[in-house]
């Protein structure tokens, strides 16, 4: 066997030790989604607190949290369009469950317990997604003041680069830079047959 099928062999092992667990967190949670009560209160204050956090990002104060199953609202003492967006495009459950499992990983070894995190986060980022469809069908002042086609398009955007980043990192078989030259690679392959009508 080559070298390159042992290191495709290998990469694809590294994959599935993500993939596995991560989509098995996925689909958990959408059993739970389409099965219980939707944990509104939960997602609720997770979209306040990440309106909160990317306004202390830019130097804005903080000066009211309201929230309640049924909504909330934030006020900050400046505000831009990621500031309003955020919790559309930003999974803070999903960071939060990453920021924890890695401060464990300065004191314990945390390779065995991988799978457990790949899991969480499937379910954590099934959650933010699955609630953010779900908000997004009602009428949003957030979207509505920032304008529904700028929004949707950032949203869109923000999660695919929010992937782009994640993926490689977590899968730990693909460098950062070499996911950023697949993606402008297509990218230009995209924009070159639009520009030449296929």
């Known amino acids: ?10 990469a ?12 098995a967190g996925g ?12 944990p509104m209160w939960v997602y609720v204050v997770g ?20 929230v309640s199953s049924k909504g909330g609202h934030v006020v900050v003492t400046k505000s831009n369009s990621l500031i309003v967006l955020a919790p559309y495009f930003f999974p803070l459950y999903a960071v939060l469950w990453t920021v924890l499992f890695s401060v464990l990983g300065i ?12 899991l969480g986060l499937g379910i954590a980022y099934a959650f933010h997604l699955s609630l953010t469809v779900q908000v997004l069908r009602t009428d949003q002042p957030d979207l509505r003041g920032e304008g529904w086609f700028f929004s ?7 999660h695919a680069l929010l992937l782009l980043l994640a993926i490689p990192m977590l899968t730990g078989r693909v460098g950062l830079g070499t996911a950023f030259g697949w ?3 297509r990218t230009v392959r995209v924009v070159v047959r639009v520009l030449h009508g296929w």
């Open 1 to 10: 066997m080559s070298w390159a099928v042992v290191d495709l062999v290998s």
């Open 12 to 23: 694809s092992g590294a994959a599935l030790h993500f993939w596995v667990p991560f989509l």
């Open 27 to 38: 689909v958990c949670w959408m059993i739970v989604y389409l099965s219980l009560p939707k």
């Open 47 to 66: 979209h306040e607190l990440t309106h909160a956090l990317w306004a202390l990002l830019f130097g804005a104060r903080v000066r009211k949290i309201k």
């Open 107 to 118: 004191w314990l070894d945390t390779r065995p317990a991988m799978p457990g995190f790949h």
């Open 152 to 158: 949707l398009m950032l949203i869109w955007f923000a």
């Open 183 to 185: 993606a402008l690679d």
